[in-house]
């Protein structure tokens, strides 16, 4: 059975940073790209940032582009997002997401499935 838990969610101020991890179980990690999603209160899911299976490609969403790097280590089986000058809009559930097989990061849109999340908290 495929699994993906999120790690690393916390609360922070205006400007601070975290780090989200993501491990993954019952999956050929090196075979799939891998992401991050996140739902704002109120808000519907949307994609954050997409890693293509050996690292050579990434993808951003424009209102984290520059803040935010995603990265893999194929050897632990971790995917993890590094989010720099966190803003109070960044506030939400965070996912990790993995892309249907044989994609690679071409949009932020289409994922097979996701974990149960992480919640991240910004405040001003």
């Known amino acids: 059975q495929v699994q993906v838990v999120e790690s690393g969610g916390g609360s922070v101020q205006t400007g601070g940073s975290l780090r989200l991890s993501c491990t993954s179980s019952?999956?050929?990690?090196?075979?799939?790209?891998m992401g991050w999603l996140r739902q704002a209160p109120g808000k519907e899911r949307e994609g954050v940032s997409c890693?293509?299976?050996?690292?050579?490609?990434?993808t951003y969403a424009d209102p984290v582009k520059g803040r935010f790097t995603i990265s893999r280590d194929g050897v632990k089986n971790i995917v993890y997002l590094q989010m720099n000058s966190l803003k109070p809009e960044d506030t939400g559930f965070y996912y990790c997401?993995?892309?249907?097989?044989?994609?690679?990061?071409?949009?932020?849109?289409?994922?097979?499935?996701w974990g149960r999340g992480t919640q991240v908290t910004v405040s001003s």
């Open positions: 019952g999956l050929n990690f090196g075979a799939y790209a």
């Open positions: 890693i293509t299976p050996g690292a050579l490609r990434t």
């Open positions: 997401a993995i892309k249907p097989f044989g994609q690679a990061c071409g949009n932020l849109y289409e994922w097979q499935s």
